[in-house]
């Protein structure tokens, strides 16, 4: 008999409120309603503020796990807000079936009066069953919407339609864990020097993403502290939405930080600039 995986890993969707209105890991109700049998196996209970590579790396397997049996109709992965994009984003470069794998939570917890964790729990089941969505990759259901894992960020902290996505084209790569790789973003300000970046390749870091202004622009002390960096370095934006490019010079331009040897990350924002940059460096890739 056919079924859908539903592999669950903490985060507010399974967390419950304390006397003093604290949330805190709990069995949170998953609102389970449809015809179709799932199948739930718990990963873990943890905030996924709290996750590293190694339990990203847990999820991925546990997809590729479940995708083994072909009587899986695709799998539905309930996981914290805080790094939906980057976990969804890691699966989704590992992702060559056809079946959908969906991932939802919710922004309020289960015990709440209006919690929304049931209904994306449902919209996700129902969206493994519409056919209309095998080779799409790895989804993200949240508030009504359905969004592609590329280019995905959380755009609010409260709002039931938490998320945004600048749909970036999709690519999948070999199996690879991350567990073993250390790449840090650094927040870019004005004023912003070299200090961070050394300290980073001083810790040991195989890689850096530069969170820049604007377009992606800094100042001359940056340039010069990517210059002589010793990792590879991305750039990335803080501004939430748009494509971003190596347009401005001046010394501590998008076009400078290239010319130190920085690459452009276009559409994906930090946390998933993050995650590609440590595939591609655990691949063996440039």
């Not at 567990?179 to 890689?207: H, K, M, N």
């Not at 190596?246 to 501590?252: A, E, F, I, S, V």
Request: charged residues 20%.
């Amino acid at each position: 008999m056919s079924y859908i995986a539903l592999l669950t890993t903490g985060g507010t969707i399974a967390s419950i409120r304390d006397e003093n209105g604290i949330s805190r890991p709990g069995p949170g109700g998953l609102g389970l309603d449809v015809a179709s049998e799932v199948t739930v196996r718990h990963l873990m209970s943890k905030d996924s503020s709290t996750f590293d590579f190694g339990d990203m790396d847990r999820i991925a397997d546990a997809v590729a796990e479940a995708l083994v049996d072909d009587a899986c109709q695709g799998v539905v992965v309930l996981h914290g807000t805080d790094t939906m994009e980057e976990s969804a984003l890691l699966v989704d470069l590992f992702h060559d079936d056809p079946r959908p794998v969906v991932f939802t939570g919710a922004q309020r917890t289960s015990d709440h009066e209006a919690p929304d964790g049931p209904v994306n729990v449902a919209a996700a089941l129902e969206l493994v069953l519409d056919d209309a969505n095998r080779g799409r990759g790895v989804l993200v259901v949240f508030g009504g919407r359905a969004l592609p894992a590329r280019g995905l960020s959380k755009w609010h902290t409260t709002d039931l339609d938490a998320f945004v996505s600048s749909a970036e084209p999709r690519v999948v790569v070999p199996r690879v864990d991350l567990s073993g790789v250390r790449v840090d973003i650094v927040a870019l300000y004005p004023g912003a020097d070299a200090v961070a970046i050394e300290a980073f390749v001083a810790a040991g870091t195989d890689g850096i993403v530069l969170e820049a202004t604007g377009s992606g622009n800094t100042n001359a002390q940056v340039v010069d502290a990517v210059k002589s960096c010793s990792v590879p370095v991305v750039v990335t934006t803080r501004v939430p939405v748009g494509a971003i490019e190596p347009t401005y010079g001046g010394g501590g331009g998008g076009a400078d930080l290239v010319d130190a040897g920085a690459v452009f990350s276009p559409l994906l924002r930090a946390g998933q600039a993050r995650v590609l940059l440590a595939v591609q460096i655990a691949s063996g890739r440039s």
